[in-house]
């Protein structure tokens, strides 16, 4: 089955810029998608169609892509951007379907 | 604003059906995209369940579809979730939300504990 690959972790520093990678062969042809999410809360989209941000959500968010990976880059991070963060995207070479990665846990030191 | 809201029984019994509910508000399905269910088991990652599309099209995560039915009823503006034959493994966070490409969960319900014990 299709998988999105994720690092589990990535730690930075106030002010620091993040970057959170996913892997997936489907990705030169599917958009990708990240969510945001903190604990006890539902997730939160951040990035659609690969690098457009939402309205509402920080211009220091921001999404790019290169081939089978796609990325997650906040700039200037902040102590309330500690969360998990999950990338999406889809498989077509079968039947359509939605998959997620595993998630990445941010941590702000 | 588009609001999503689950709702459905938090204890369901081994093997039985787990049936749970998602009003939406602030928008009309009928008016178009599609709405899935995506749930998460406590400490672990998000898993696709499933989306319909408004005029009743329906796509499943292929490791679940013998089991998983998804209906919608625009006269009530809801959409549902039906899980046949469940067991411990299907205990988790279920959560409904809006579904703009076939794949782009704009917005969430907040969430609702489905627990799977006799």
């Known amino acids: 089955s299709y998988e999105l690959t994720q690092p589990p972790s990535v730690s930075v520093s106030p002010g620091q810029t993040a970057r959170i990678t996913c892997s997936g062969d489907?990705?030169?042809?599917?958009?990708a998608y990240w969510y945001q999410q903190k604990p006890g809360q539902a997730p939160v989209l951040v990035i659609y169609?690969?690098?457009e941000r939402p309205s509402g959500i920080p211009e220091r968010f921001s999404g790019s892509s290169s081939g089978t990976t796609v990325t997650l880059t906040i700039s200037g991070v902040q102590a309330e951007d500690e969360a998990d963060y999950y990338c999406?995207?889809?498989?077509?070479?079968?039947?359509?379907?939605?998959?997620f990665g595993g998630g990445t846990k941010l941590t702000v030191l | 604003q588009v609001q999503l809201q689950e709702s459905g029984p938090g204890l369901v019994k081994p093997s039985e059906t787990l049936s749970l509910t998602c009003a939406v508000s602030?928008?009309?399905?009928?008016?178009?995209?599609?709405w899935g269910w995506i749930r998460q088991p406590p400490g672990k990652g998000l898993e696709w369940i499933g989306s319909i599309y408004h005029s009743g099209s329906t796509y499943y995560n292929p490791s679940l579809k013998s089991r998983v039915t998804i209906s919608v009823d625009t006269s009530k503006n809801q959409f549902s979730l039906k899980l046949s034959s469940v067991t411990a493994a299907d205990t988790a966070v279920y959560y409904c939300?809006?579904?703009?490409?076939?794949?782009?969960?704009?917005?969430w319900g907040q969430g609702t504990m489905v627990t799977v014990s006799s």
């Open positions: 939300a809006r579904d703009r490409y076939l794949g782009a969960f704009d917005i």
């Open positions: 169609k690969d690098n």
């Open positions: 999406q995207s889809a498989d077509s070479s079968g039947t359509y379907h939605v998959v």
């Open positions: 602030g928008y009309s399905i009928s008016s178009g995209y599609y």
């Open positions: 489907a990705l030169p042809k599917q958009y």
